[in-house]
């Protein structure tokens, strides 16, 4: 475990915890937080039974809009847990305690367990979100603890392990650990405290978008290439391998529509670190954090770009696969048909008056029809089973 319990218990010190996570969200989004949070209602279609099971399992005792940099909605449950949700989608949940551990168990309990599915619920129409392409994983924690006296505070390793970076400024210290953030402060500076908690999140969270992104590639991209590396594929098979691509295709537009959108919520971040009086270590740090962000931002955009071309030439080759098969098909049925013509254009020539129409020739007629069915199905069949090869070009 990170955190020594014997050694909490027997100092009796308060810290704050706060812990969050982030999808992207608009004002939009935040006002159908603010009707759900409020009274769990919602002008969506979603039942209102529904709705109300998961709005008591919040446990929410007041709610109130706020404005700051971001608007937000702030909700305190009855345990004193207090909740906020920014316009821009990052979200957090604060509680105080001597036992860090006992404390932030509590707190992802009540995330995973409560309040994730109540805000998956309400967000559950529409196109699908980032949350559902991202698999569950720990949210980033931050620790913050206020002190009379900031140049005489000393790290205690043997309670959070060592510490990876140390910041420091004259209103602040910052300790990255291996979970997240310890950050001490004095009295007068708590309210940064806040806001160093909430870049940090927003950068752990954005970070991991970006991996989970990365790790879809590698899914999408190794399922284009095992098609590719064939070379070749039955008619019979094109239509299932075409089903399967086009899949990857829709997920393939979810995401870059995504990824297009998230350097307008990194720039709304970043930002916010100029305006704030961190220190030039500190503010230096964070700055060089986002520039970092956003530069891997621009890889990822790339590369999902890549995807979408790769993806493309593989969907072209297994059409035209398609479009072979049905025109060799279609060929044979042809020249089905035209000896039919000929046999009977030769037929007539051979008659010295035109044919009657009997029982017995319509019969036969049918019979011709019949069999030209079954001789085409046979020649299609071949030719489905028939293999052909794929297009490579754009592999």
């Excluded at 909430?198 to 095992?226: C, D, G, K, P, T």
């Excluded at 964070?286 to 621009?298: A, M």
Aim: aromatic share 12%; net charge neutral.
């Amino acid at each position: 475990m990170l955190y020594n319990r014997t050694y909490i218990q027997m100092t009796k010190e308060t810290y704050k915890i706060i812990y969050g996570g982030w999808y992207q969200r608009t004002v939009l989004h935040l006002d159908e937080i603010e009707e759900f949070f409020t009274d769990g209602t919602s002008e969506l279609d979603l039942p209102e039974d529904d709705l109300k099971k998961l709005w008591r399992a919040l446990r929410i005792e007041n709610v109130e809009r706020r404005s700051g940099y971001m608007d937000y909605v702030q909700a305190e449950t009855e345990g004193g847990m207090k909740i906020r949700y920014y316009e821009d989608g990052l979200y957090t949940l604060e509680t105080e305690s001597q036992d860090i551990s006992e404390a932030k168990k509590t707190i992802e309990d009540y995330c995973g367990d409560r309040l994730n599915p109540a805000v998956s619920y309400i967000f559950s129409l529409g196109a699908p979100t980032s949350h559902k392409l991202i698999q569950s994983r720990e949210h980033p924690m931050v620790v913050i603890k206020e002190v009379p006296d900031l140049k005489k505070f000393e790290f205690p390793p043997e309670k959070f392990g060592k510490a990876l970076i140390v910041l420091n400024s004259e209103d602040v210290k910052v300790y990255k650990i291996r979970e997240g953030f310890f950050v001490v402060l004095s009295e007068k500076s708590k309210d940064l405290g806040r806001n160093l908690a909430e870049l940090h999140i927003f950068l752990r969270e954005f970070q991991n978008h970006l991996y989970a992104y990365l790790s879809l590639h590698r899914q999408v991209w190794e399922s284009i290439m095992e098609v590719k590396n064939q070379k070749v594929i039955r008619g019979t098979e094109a239509d299932e391998v075409r089903a399967r691509l086009e899949s990857h295709e829709r997920l393939v537009n979810v995401v870059n529509n995504r990824i297009n959108q998230m350097d307008i919520f990194a720039g709304s971040r970043g930002g916010f670190v100029n305006s704030l009086r961190l220190g030039e270590q500190v503010q230096k740090y964070f700055s060089f954090k986002f520039n970092t962000l956003r530069d891997t931002l621009s890889y990822i955009d790339h590369m999902w770009k890549g995807t979408q071309e790769n993806l493309r030439s593989a969907i072209e080759g297994v059409m035209e696969v398609k479009r072979q098969s049905s025109f060799q098909g279609l060929r044979s049925l042809q020249f089905i048909m035209s000896i039919g013509v000929i046999a009977g254009i030769i037929g007539y020539m051979t008659e010295s008056e035109l044919p009657q129409v009997t029982s017995k020739g319509a019969l036969y007629f049918l019979g011709i029809i019949l069999l030209t069915w079954f001789v085409n199905g046979l020649v299609n069949r071949f030719y489905l089973s028939r293999k052909y090869k794929i297009n490579m070009e754009g592999k």
